[in-house]
């Protein structure tokens, strides 16, 4: 029987917390325990109580004084951007077009694609990441690449190669038709198949033709349980394009809503520069809005409104993400670091407490996969993540005057990074230590 018991201070949410003092909206355990069975969290609580459950043959771990936390979750990323992270001086159209397409058409050769999704893959479990929905370049081997790669680590992660017809150079478009058979064949290949997940993954509205956007939709109500992601109001200049672009649109959301692609499972990157009308139709429409505030910042595309959005009479669900590689950070901590200035700018807070919520339970929930991952509860995968606040020495000195697991959370979130991140656990198997010894 492969079964393994973890000590350690466990931490894991039930609800967004309002406040820091409201207690019932975590689960915190000073001397936790978590028994783990064929990659499933089969009792979790006191190390007492769940040590009671173990017999002689578990494993045991003791992570002491470390925090045990469900694995961070990001909602958005690009593997194929590795090499062009930190790339200098550009906007988002720029960007795009002197980096990111050029990059991405040396994913047509699939050995490049396996190589980068694999480093793509240590580096996310570097950081304590378990779950990534990731965007391939427009080619199918990219795709395949990166789930054969997840696929062998046993993790579950939410991937799409993205249809692109315009507006690119040759190298990374596809049509319409070959757009929808490759995506067809992918879903059918990889959906499903242990834990992947297949995201139907229109770029943004710029790089796919009208015919293409309509492939797009239907491709979703042919697929009605997939994830759908794409851009969205991210830039002023994208903004005017696809303005011009589609002239019939009330607004840039009108484009994706008239393709049919709004709904509970569309995962929308940045949303920052929403009329009321399309926050509103996010809302109605149970849509996620994915903020993404190192690639925000770093691209100087503008600061997300994501307490205003939580707090508006039809509120907008929000997911969090690194949108590596316009993003400069792999990490959640370092992503949560630049999302706590990002909403200081918006004159708001985003306490310790709904930040680690956020990237844990909060992005599950905007991910439509609570039931299995984001939470410590008996009955869901065992992705787990062991963080050391006391890393580095001076996270070790702060640590002498800090006084609570509110303060101790924002230390890690401020001065973390994959330094704080002691061990992985991907389906109940350790991940990290794995890592450094191959
Ligand atoms: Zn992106």
Redesign the pocket.
């Known amino acids: 029987m492969n079964s393994t018991l973890l000590r350690g201070r466990t931490l894991s949410f039930v609800r967004w917390p309002q406040t820091l003092e409201d207690h019932s909206a975590w689960r915190y355990e000073e001397d936790g325990g978590l028994l783990i069975r064929d990659g499933r969290i089969v009792a979790a609580g006191t190390y007492a109580d769940v040590e009671k459950q173990a017999d002689e043959t578990v494993k045991r771990i003791d992570h002491r004084p470390h925090l045990l936390l469900p694995g961070f979750i990001d909602a958005?990323?690009?593997f194929p951007q590795m090499q062009i992270i930190a790339s200098y001086g550009a906007e988002l159209l720029d960007w795009l077009n002197t980096y990111t397409f050029p990059e991405e058409t040396k994913f047509a050769n699939a050995q490049h694609g396996r190589r980068i999704a694999r480093l793509f893959l240590d580096e996310m479990v570097r950081h304590g990441t378990t779950t990534v929905a990731a965007?391939c370049s427009v080619h199918k081997a990219s795709a395949e690449a990166f789930f054969a790669e997840s696929h062998d680590r046993n993790m579950l992660n939410i991937a799409g190669k993205v249809m692109m017809d315009r507006n690119a150079p040759d190298g990374v478009l596809d049509t319409p038709q070959s757009g929808y058979d490759d995506t067809k064949a992918l879903i059918k290949e990889w959906h499903g198949k242990g834990r992947q997940h297949y995201a139907i993954t229109p770029r943004f509205a710029i790089t796919s033709s009208p015919e293409q956007m309509e492939m797009a939709g239907v491709l979703c109500r042919e697929h009605p349980g997939l994830h759908m992601q794409t851009?969205l109001s991210?830039n002023h200049a994208e903004i005017a394009f696809t303005q011009e672009l589609y002239p019939w649109a009330r607004d840039y959301t009108d484009v994706y809503e008239h393709y049919g692609l709004l709904g509970k499972k569309s995962l929308f990157?940045?949303c920052i520069h929403l009329s009321e009308r399309e926050a509103d139709a996010l809302s109605d429409s149970g849509s996620v809005a994915v903020f993404?505030p190192t690639?925000n910042l770093f691209l100087g595309s503008g600061l997300f409104d994501y307490q205003r959005f939580r707090r508006r009479d039809k509120p907008i669900r929000i997911a969090a993400?690194t949108?590596v590689g316009?993003?400069t950070n792999y990490s959640m901590l370092r992503t949560m670091d630049e999302g706590y200035k990002v909403i200081a700018l918006n004159g708001e807070k985003l306490n310790p407490f709904q930040s680690f919520w956020q990237t844990t339970r909060g992005n599950a929930e905007a991910l439509s996969v609570v039931e299995k991952i984001g939470t410590l509860d008996a009955g869901t995968d065992a992705d787990i993540v062991v963080l050391d606040a006391r890393a580095t020495p001076g996270m070790r000195l702060r640590m002498e005057t800090v006084e609570t697991l509110a303060q101790e959370l924002f230390l890690l979130q401020t001065l973390g990074d994959d330094r704080s991140v002691r061990e992985v656990y991907v389906a109940g198997r350790p991940a990290k230590a794995d890592m450094s010894a191959g």
């Open positions: 958005h990323a690009h965007y851009h991210e990157g940045h993404c690639s993400a949108d316009g993003g």
